[in-house]
């Protein structure tokens, strides 16, 4: 007999009208010692097993309990019940493992609301719950559209390494790489640490992107993407930023930053409608949920539109393109501003953004995504084009409602007169990048690239509020259990 997924099995059960089949999952609820609802995790539906319990003995009906897992053999029929199509009337039941119930009682498997940070710190069951496992089916879905969508674009998929012996790729704080004995670290004569000594011979790190070394790529591949760990050792402790995430960088040989904008456009619209086309069932769910969510909300905080017609809005729509000189206009100008509402008040042209000031411009005043560029080159980093005003940079940032910065890109320095000029200036070492300013000497071209936070997206398209909750095992200051 052939065991199939419950997520195919209700798709297409026309073919195993009235004849037996197995089927193994979880029980997410026993009802009336007769309808269990059984979930295998292909789906957020579960299947509906009919137990006669006068076909079965006392003590295997006893053991069937919440997050117990079964093997179970019976016919499918067309249920009576509303809510479901077909349900399994069962002919054999076998428990495959122990449940122990004390234990259970004191895990978020017991069928009744658990708050998020409860769910959090029981990160490894968590993928057993509704919630969690429609997210993280939503984020292999997103995963695999975003490989989908490069392969598409003739774009070759590139690992660049984790581990780098370059001290600044200019996104971040780095966390330290050793194989030193930390009780015993080597020193050389003057006292500072022998890094000769350690492991590769050099200070190393883990990355905070793979763009420096994706571009080598892209100088011999034309269209190229890395999308991999990254880690930044900022301690910010907030909804949006992790120690460890996800990020997806593409580099492409002679875009232009229109080019630039175009494709992270582009990519985030085909992801989105690609979420939307193949995960209606976990987004139905997520959509109710969030309809809840706003429910609890004082009226002023309440999203102006439910979760699947945001993400249908934000494929219709065309981006709003900005650039960072009148967003400051337009943040200097605001009532906010002008009140004292911003917990960082916007004073002058050269300032950096804060969430709050993305957020207005996205959430109040465009009401639309929206990609600010042209920023002052103070404040991005050493490898973005120089524009021909001497004071901005060719970079852009996508900013998303309810998220702020989910793509940071640029137009990058060709010229390797000016990107040595810029690396002295923001005191980036030279001969530590020498490889990568052999882009700049052997047939240089204008590029670009950006990258995007995966984690953000997800948060995104899933609803959900902390960043915690869309990872399967989070990394923040202070957190790594697990
Ligand atoms: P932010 O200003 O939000 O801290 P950033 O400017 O430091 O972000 P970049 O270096 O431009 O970020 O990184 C590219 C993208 O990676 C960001 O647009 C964002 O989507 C994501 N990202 C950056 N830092 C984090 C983090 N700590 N946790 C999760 N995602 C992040
Ligand atoms: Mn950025």
């Known amino acids: 007999m052939k065991r199939q997924t419950i997520k195919s099995l209700l798709a297409d059960y026309k073919k195993v009208l009235h004849h037996d089949i197995t089927v193994q999952g979880w029980v997410r609820a026993f009802r009336s010692n007769r309808f269990i609802a059984l979930n295998d995790g292909s789906t957020i539906n579960n299947l509906q097993v009919v137990v006669d319990f006068e076909s079965f003995d006392e003590e ?6 919440t997050a117990s897992s079964l093997k179970i053999v019976g016919e499918v029929v067309e249920s009576q019940g509303a809510g479901q199509n077909i349900e399994i009337i069962a002919k054999k039941i076998e428990i495959l493992g122990d ?18 940070e409860v769910l959090r710190d029981q990160a490894h069951l968590r993928f057993r719950t509704n919630l969690f496992s429609a997210v993280f089916r939503i984020r292999h879905a997103i995963s695999f559209a975003i490989h989908k969508f ?9 690992h660049t390494p984790l581990i780098t012996g370059a001290d600044a790729e200019g996104a971040g704080e780095m966390f330290s790489v050793t194989g030193f004995d930390l009780n015993e670290v080597p020193r050389t004569e003057d006292g500072s640490v022998d890094y000769e000594s350690d492991f590769f011979g050099k200070k190393t790190s883990l990355t905070v992107s793979g763009q420096l070394n994706v571009e080598t790529a892209m100088m011999g591949l034309g269209r190229v993407y890395t999308f991999g760990p990254t880690f930044r050792a900022e301690n910010s402790n907030t909804t949006r930023h992790l120690a460890e995430f996800w990020m997806v960088e593409p580099e492409v040989a002679f875009n232009d930053l229109e080019d630039n904008i175009d494709l992270a456009e582009d990519f985030l619209k085909f992801v989105i409608s690609y979420v939307l086309e193949n995960c209606k069932d976990d987004l139905e769910f997520l959509d109710k949920r969030f309809a809840e969510e706003q429910k609890q909300k004082p009226e002023k905080d309440r999203a102006k539109e439910g979760l699947i017609e945001k993400l249908e809005n934000v494929v219709k729509k065309r981006f709003m393109r900005v650039s960072y000189s009148e967003a400051i ?11 004292g509402k911003f917990q960082f008040p916007v004073e002058a042209w050269g300032c950096d953004l804060q969430s709050e000031h993305e957020r207005y411009l996205v959430e109040k005043h465009f009401e639309s995504p929206v990609v600010l560029f042209d920023y002052p080159a103070e404040i991005k980093a050493f490898y973005m084009k120089l524009n021909e005003d001497g004071k901005t940079v060719r970079a852009m940032d996508v900013l998303f409602p ?10 990058r320095e060709e010229k390797l007169s000016v990107l040595k000029a810029k690396m002295e200036k923001m005191k980036v070492d030279e001969h530590e990048l020498w490889w990568y300013l052999d882009t700049r000497k052997f047939g240089s071209v204008p590029h670009s690239g950006f990258g995007l936070g995966l984690e953000r997206l997800v948060l995104f398209i899933t609803g959900m509020t902390n960043i915690r909750d869309v990872i399967p095992f989070p990394r923040t200051p202070k957190t790594a259990e697990f």
């Open 329 to 339: 206009e337009i943040l200097m100008n605001s009532k906010e501003n002008k009140k």
């Open 60 to 65: 295997t009906i006893k053991n069937i309990k």
């Open 150 to 158: 490069f392969n598409d674009g003739e774009f070759f998929y590139i």
């Open 99 to 116: 449940n122990f119930s004390e234990d259970l009682e004191k895990t978020v498997l017991q069928p009744k609301k658990h708050s998020l």
């Open 402 to 411: 309810g998220i702020g910065e989910i793509i940071g890109g640029s137009q």
